[in-house]
């Protein structure tokens, strides 16, 4: 993966000066593209953004944290519907994660039994009716202002900085103007829906240490129904039940890209107390006994 790495630039922050470089990674359907932030040696962590966001999701995050790279067992950070990524990727390979920080997610997104197939036959066909129109125009042609301004009317809890900071990965230069960047797939219902009962079992199986850290004006106020609220209230103890830490802290959905000094504190003493303390132990370890 490391020879994939392109274009390497140095950024200079208030915590540390830390390298970061272009990674993009090929898949049937194209490329995944990402950055990579710090050494290559450590103890690395995967972070996976929210819906329609992208990497730049933590670039006010990432400077704050203890960060490196190196493949054989890795910590994830997941922000929105990249913490339901996450927590399903640590239940399917428990193995491989040694520690998840679910920011403003609950680590899974159940749906009502009973809604389950009326939600995936609309995925479905709205997939279908995706495919008819492949080669056509590729999405609507803005300026720069008018899609800072499409941005943040779909996402309110974007402050105006965080939203210039989406969109310098968020848009392509075509002629006229710019247009989104990201695959519109996204717009259509997840067929991938599982009930509450599949969401317990799946994070019972969860190997690594968890934090969860919920935004008093994120997703949990905005999930007010009575089953939305059922849900989320069993995950949490869920969590609890298990010895894992469940906090909450003053913002909103965006809070970690928004004012992320508010996050970075518990983030970088989990890490450093969960993954970081673990890894120079088994390095200690074999070196006492000589």
């Known amino acids: 993966m490391m020879q994939t790495l392109k274009g390497v630039r140095h950024l200079q922050s208030t915590a540390m000066r830390q390298t970061v470089s272009e990674l993009s990674v090929p898949v049937p359907w194209g490329h995944i593209k990402g950055k990579v932030w710090g050494p290559d040696n450590g103890c690395p962590v995967l972070c996976v953004h929210g819906w329609a966001d992208n990497c730049g999701s933590f670039n006010t995050l990432i400077p704050l944290l203890p960060k ?3 493949w054989n067992k890795f910590s994830i950070i997941g922000h929105s519907m990249g913490g339901n990524v996450a927590g399903l990727f640590s239940a399917l390979y428990p193995e491989m994660v040694d520690a998840v920080v679910l920011l403003d997610s609950f680590g899974f997104l159940p749906t009502v039994l009973k809604e389950v197939p009326k939600v995936m036959r609309q995925g ?21 202002q008018k899609a800072a301004e499409r941005l943040s009317a779909g996402n309110p809890t974007l402050s105006e900085q965080s939203v210039h900071i989406l969109l ?18 996204i717009n259509l219902n997840n ?14 199986r969860i190997k690594a240490s968890i934090l ?9 106020k905005m999930f007010a129904e009575q089953d939305q609220k059922r849900f989320t209230s069993s995950l949490l103890q869920a969590y609890r039940d298990r010895n894992h830490s469940v ?7 965006h809070i970690h890209l928004n004012d992320p000094g508010v996050v970075a504190p518990l983030v970088s003493d989990f ?7 673990h890894s120079k132990r088994l390095i200690d370890e074999p070196a006492s006994k000589l």
């Open 271 to 277: 890490l450093l107390t969960k993954v970081l303390a």
């Open 191 to 204: 067929i991938e829906r599982i009930s509450l009962e599949q969401s317990l079992e799946m994070q019972s």
């Open 247 to 253: 906090v909450t802290v003053p913002g909103d959905h």
């Open 168 to 185: 310098q990965r968020g848009l392509d230069r075509v002629e006229g103007g710019v247009v989104f960047s990201r695959d519109f797939r």
């Open 124 to 144: 479905m066909d709205e997939i279908l009716q995706f495919e008819k129109k492949t080669g056509e125009k590729r999405g609507k042609v803005y300026s720069y």
């Open 212 to 220: 969860v850290v919920l935004a008093d004006d994120g997703l949990e």
């Open 68 to 70: 490196a790279l190196q």
